[in-house]
């Protein structure tokens, strides 16, 4: 049984990845009814936490149904992190997660994400702050280190643990490499195999399918696996992992209905929780990845992206189970 603290997450968790404009309540809704042990919300700025800024203080929002789940924060100085992670305990999330792994320059060039890999005395120091400050289980995602001459993560590893993280996740890319190339998890299996490690450690980067999952827990032992980009338009992912590491057989493909029918959800999810014209725009950006693959999907892609009109979308869904067909998915 993999625990983090007290909480239990089976033999083998998959959890769904933060992602900014992704994982949202209405994605992570969709994402727990297949399959996913452990979910994040996006990562939230700590600055906006604390000038309690709307768009931040809204990711807050956590529903028990999404239970075990963690809040992450970012930020570049340590008070500020800490103020972030009190007010993000009172939340109540079941952990709280902290992002030394975002490369993106409006992030990373200002001191937070990942460019707290090239100060690791400074990432410990505030680790070991927002531990003290918070009475919920600590948890840390990063990457293999700045730069292929940083590749630290074994000790910095050990380090984390050292001040009291009570898992770790790891994207196998360091931040010079931002999504480039191939995740390595290599270094990952290294700090899962170190016998001075003993809190879990999950492997992150590129599972896409259930028979890579399966390889990748073979190959690297580690206790888990984080699943970002494969899990957009597809949540099924989840269970299609679960059910060929329990099975050694694939689940069919979700049909063309069941797909409808998820998105549809997401939809009203997204209705509910954003209101109307947000939630009209902002589900805009999940279409193509639901019905990649589906032949002449694209005068009804439009439809569905140019409307602001709900019983129009949700018409068209419905014209898009009763009409279309596959190629080759
Ligand atoms: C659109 C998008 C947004 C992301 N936002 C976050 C984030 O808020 N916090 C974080 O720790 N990682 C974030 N990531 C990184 C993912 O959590 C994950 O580490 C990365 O996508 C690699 O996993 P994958 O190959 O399974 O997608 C994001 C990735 C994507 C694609």
Redesign the pocket.
């Known amino acids: 049984m993999v625990k983090i603290a007290n909480i239990e997450l089976g033999e083998f968790p998959l959890l769904l990845?933060?992602?900014?404009?992704?994982s949202d309540p209405p994605f992570r809704k969709v994402c727990k009814a297949n399959g996913a042990d452990l979910m994040y919300t996006?990562?939230i700025s700590s600055e906006g936490l604390i000038r309690d800024a709307a768009k931040s203080v809204q990711k807050l929002d956590i529903f028990d149904y999404e239970r075990p789940i963690g809040i992450?924060i970012f930020g570049s100085d340590i008070d500020s992190m800490r103020e972030a992670a009190i007010v993000s305990a009172q939340a109540g999330p079941d952990l709280i997660d902290i992002?030394y792994?975002?490369p993106v320059k409006n992030v990373a060039c200002k001191g937070a994400g990942a460019a707290l890999l090239r100060d690791v005395p400074k990432m410990v120091k505030m680790t070991e702050e927002i531990v003290k400050a918070v009475d919920l289980p600590v948890t840390v995602?990063t990457r293999l280190g700045w730069d292929e001459n940083t590749k630290y993560i074994v000790e910095t590893a050990e380090r984390l643990q050292d001040i009291g993280i009570k898992a770790l996740s790891i994207?196998g890319r360091t931040r010079v490499q931002m999504y480039k190339g191939e995740?390595d998890w290599s270094l990952i299996a290294e700090v899962k195999n170190n016998p001075r490690m003993h809190i879990p450690i999950f492997g992150?980067?590129?599972?896409d399918t259930p028979q890579k999952a399966l390889e990748y827990r073979n190959r690297y032992g580690v206790d888990g696996i984080m699943?970002?980009?494969?899990s957009i338009g597809h949540p099924w992912i989840f269970n299609e992992v679960k059910h060929y590491m329990a099975t050694g057989e694939l689940l069919a493909p979700p049909t063309l209905e069941e797909r409808v029918e998820v998105c549809r959800q997401h939809f009203t999810h997204s209705l509910e929780w954003k209101g109307e014209k947000l939630g009209i725009f902002e589900m805009r950006r999940h279409y193509t990845n639901y019905f990649r693959g589906l032949s002449h999907f694209k005068p009804l892609r439009m439809k569905l992206v140019q409307s602001e009109d709900i019983n129009e979308i949700y018409d068209t869904l419905e014209e898009i189970a009763q009409n279309m067909s596959y190629v080759g998915v």
Do not use: L, S, T, Y
């Open positions: 990845a933060p992602m900014e404009d992704v996006e990562f992450q992002n792994g975002c995602k994207h995740a992150n980067g590129d599972i699943i970002g980009r494969a």
